[in-house]
Nanobody, 125 residues
């Protein structure tokens, strides 16, 4: 089972940018698909973006399309979420998740086996 550690969260003003990183260990990164989820207080955990094992397929929530970009560097066992034009509603704890096989929709949290501890992103006006 892969272990995941997120980094790069912080506080930023609306319109700003942040880059989140998810470092994978315990397994070869290229053997797992990876996704970013977020959880805001009082809201359900939401799929933000996902990337296939080889990086050829990417998936985005409608709320972040055109603003967020997910990418992976399998040589460094890292998946990155570049977040631009941040909005107040992007405030949440962000988690990366991994699994070898997805049998359903990428944005269903139940599809993901391994989870990181999360990193906080706060967007202020």
């Amino acid at each position: 089972q892969v272990q995941l550690v997120e980094s790069g969260g912080g506080s930023v003003q609306a319109g700003g940018s942040l880059t989140l990183s998810c470092a994978a260990s315990g397994s070869t990164a290229s053997s797992v698909s990876v996704a970013w989820f977020r959880k805001a207080p009082g809201k359900e955990r939401e799929g933000v973006a996902g990337v296939s094992k080889g990086g050829s397929d990417t998936y985005y929530a409608d709320s972040v399309k055109g603003r967020f970009t997910i990418s992976r560097d399998n040589a460094r066992n890292t998946v990155t979420l570049q977040m631009n034009s941040l909005k107040l509603e992007d405030t949440a704890t962000y988690y990366c998740a991994a699994n070898r096989v997805l049998r359903g929709s990428w944005d269903n949290p139940k599809e993901w086996l391994s989870w990181g501890q999360g990193t906080q992103v706060t967007v202020s006006s």
